[in-house]
Structure formats: C-alpha cells, structure tokens
Nanobody, 123 residues
Framework: QVQLIDSGGGLVQAGGSLRHSCVAA????????MGWFRQAPGKEREFLAA????????AYGDSVKGRFTISRDNAKNTVYLQTNSLKPEDTAVYYC????????????????WGQGTQVTVSL
C-alpha cells in the first residue's frame, strides 16, 4: 500500500512555472514507477509524464514535451513535476500516480493516486 500526497498547485500567469511534489508514505517508493496526469473539467485524465524506478528514464505526453520535466528523489520518497511556460490550456487538476508495471502512459495500471491539486493559468 502506498499513500501519495501531492502538492504544488496554484494560480499562475501564462508563461510562468510551478513545481509539483508528490510524497509517498511507505518504504517501497523506490520499487514504483511514478507518473503524473491531469484532468480538466469535462475531459478525460491526460498523461503528462512518467519515470522509471531510478528516475534515469522518462516518457512525456506530446502536449507537455519540452515544457514539463519529471524527476524523483528516492531518498525523500518524492517525485516532482517541473512545469514551465504554462499556458491557459494547462489549467486542470494535477495528480501523481504509482505503479509497479512499468512506465505507463495511460491511467490503466496505476495502482495508487494522489488527491490532486488545482492549477489555474491565467492570461
């Protein structure tokens, strides 16, 4: 069982940056592949980024490639999502998620989810 607590959302102007953090409770964080998703009102949950258990490799969704960066610190049981050059269309609730199945780019297969944090990007 892994409990994920994500933070880092907020209100930001277009072109700004936010850094999301997701802290995992438990001793097995380093055995989980970690991902980030977001969901805007009326839309499906969208894949943003995922990383391996070591953090040495990552995958990104097309809409955020080059702007968002996922990283992790296994010593701190934390995964991060650095979001730069934010646009109004990045407005959504952002979630972290954990799986043991690999670097997954869809919601299927993720076992544990954070509670989500709201990001609002204004013009």
């Amino acid at each position: 069982q892994v409990q994920l607590i994500d933070s880092g959302g907020g209100l930001v102007q277009a072109g700004g940056s936010l850094r999301h953090s997701c802290v995992a409770a438990g001793r097995t964080f380093s055995t989980y592949y970690m991902g980030w998703f977001r969901q805007a009102p009326g839309k499906e949950r969208e894949f943003l980024a995922a990383t391996t258990t070591t953090g040495f490799s990552a995958a990104y969704g097309d809409s955020v490639k080059g702007r968002f960066t996922i990283s992790r610190d296994n010593a701190k049981n934390t995964v991060y999502l650095q979001t730069n050059s934010l646009k109004p269309e990045d407005t959504a609730v952002y979630y972290c998620a954990a799986t043991r199945q690999g670097v997954l780019t869809s919601t299927r297969g993720y076992e544990f989810w954070g509670q989500g944090t709201q990001v609002t990007v204004s013009l």
